[in-house]
């Protein structure tokens, strides 16, 4: 195996007893494989129990990856350099996520699946991208010290002040580019739509108080995968195997006892994939030039567009656009999301950093200080720094005259601290 694909591998270990079935636990955002282990003394006694740390947590590389298949991906090339084909898997929040790939990526491999503190959708892709920038700016150490109110119920986190402390350390020695990174994942991660497709037993756990991943969310799992399971655990927050671990323990055991079942016939065939044929030229001028009730029909360049406008923008700004659309206004609506995000923003030649610079760069130019304000946000979403942004500003007052960097700084400024500022 090359140096390069080595170094992808994550950090792992493995306890039990050689020859047993192997069961994979992966990690909550933030933490390490050390999360659950007070669910190995028992979970060794059935099987080989594999934990692993995500990339820039523990002692895994800090090689960044931006998406849920990403991270499932480098987890079956560290299964097959073990020489595991066949395992069963429980995650925890990004590691349910991680879970739910595996299930749709590589089914004949996953025998069952246990999902905790976990959604189809987690949150909103707003919130995640702003916590990168927040992230970015002031490093992980007020993100860290937050976490516990998130993590643990307000009676767990008074009576175990060491469990507490040892959960914001863990936050905080985590490598910041790979913790943003992971944050894009979950901003991009949405299998709604998906469920239907998990052909494996599954048990989908959630602590009754958990306000990251409500009981709601899990039951949307339940609702969606065909063979699935509800426990809902009292006296528990999002880190439930921390938190409430006999529990967590005692249903896992449960549910892969009665749910491994290595059929004669080998796994079961992954699902049929359908392949879409490309369309004939023809039906491409049709699509271009068809109308439906006086409406334009939409086109692969508008759904990329629009998918862009969203990821750099933001769901609430762009909804709001859109929804305050009318007639008269819907036509430019669909001009700017075709052309200027479909066409130019969707283009591979320079990053969208680079973009946003050019781009804070023209507004401030002429003075639209009202367009300069969003894009101010996507600028910091799309990874550029409060110094970089404030760079570029006083660059712009020598090119672009003083006023307009005046009126610029007083917009950035307010903005800034607006998405910088740690949640409290």
Request: with cysteine.
């Amino acid at each position: 195996m090359s140096e390069t694909k080595t170094s992808q591998l994550l950090q792992h270990r493995i306890d039990g007893p050689d020859g047993a079935p192997l069961l994979v636990l992966g990690p909550e955002l933030g933490t390490t494989w050390h999360m659950w282990d007070r669910q190995i003394p028992e979970l060794t006694r059935h099987w080989r129990v594999l934990r692993f740390d995500l990339p820039g947590h523990g002692g895994s590389p800090a090689h960044p990856a931006d998406s849920a298949q990403a991270l499932a991906e480098r987890l079956l090339a560290t299964l097959d350099s073990l020489g595991v084909e066949r395992f069963g898997y429980a995650g925890c929040s990004i590691g349910g996520a991680i879970g739910i790939q595996l299930a749709l990526i590589a089914r004949e491999r996953v025998s069952s699946l246990a999902l905790i503190s976990s959604s189809p959708r987690h949150g909103t892709p707003d919130a995640w991208r702003q916590r990168g920038v927040v992230v970015r700016t002031n490093g992980l150490d007020p993100l860290a010290r937050s976490t516990p109110e998130k993590w643990f119920t307000s009676g767990f986190a008074t009576a175990q002040p060491a469990i507490v402390e040892w959960a914001v350390q863990m936050v905080r020695t985590t490598d910041p580019g790979c913790f943003i990174a992971a944050c894009e994942a979950l901003a991009a991660f949405d299998v709604r739509e998906d469920l239907g497709r998990i052909g494996v037993p599954a048990l989908v756990v959630s602590g009754a108080e958990d306000e990251a991943t409500p009981p709601a969310d899990a039951r949307a799992l339940v609702a969606g995968i065909p063979d699935a399971r509800l426990a809902i655990v009292p006296g528990a927050s999002h880190l439930t195997p921390v938190e409430q671990p006999g529990a967590v323990t005692e249903l896992l055991i449960r549910h892969f006892t009665t749910t491994w079942q290595e059929s004669p016939a080998g796994p079961p065939a992954p699902a049929p994939i359908v392949t879409q044929m490309p369309p004939r030229a023809s039906a491409v001028a049709e699509l271009e030039s068809a109308e439906i009730a006086g409406v334009r029909m939409r086109t692969d360049q508008y759904d990329g567009g629009l998918k862009i406008r969203r990821e750099v923008l933001g769901d609430a700004h762009v909804d709001r656009a859109l929804e305050e659309a009318d007639e008269f206004t819907q036509d430019f609506q669909n001009f700017i999301t075709r052309y200027a995000w479909g066409e130019v923003w969707g283009r591979t030649g320079i990053d969208r950093r680079t973009r946003s610079v050019i781009t804070l760069t023209a507004l401030v130019a002429r003075g639209h200080m009202g367009e300069l304000a969003f894009h101010i946000r996507a600028a910091l979403r799309n990874g550029l720094t409060p110094t970089e942004i404030k760079e570029i500003l006083l660059h712009t007052g020598v090119y672009c005259g003083v006023p307009a960097a005046n009126a610029a700084f007083a917009v950035a400024q307010d903005i800034i601290r607006e998405e910088t500022t740690p949640e409290e």
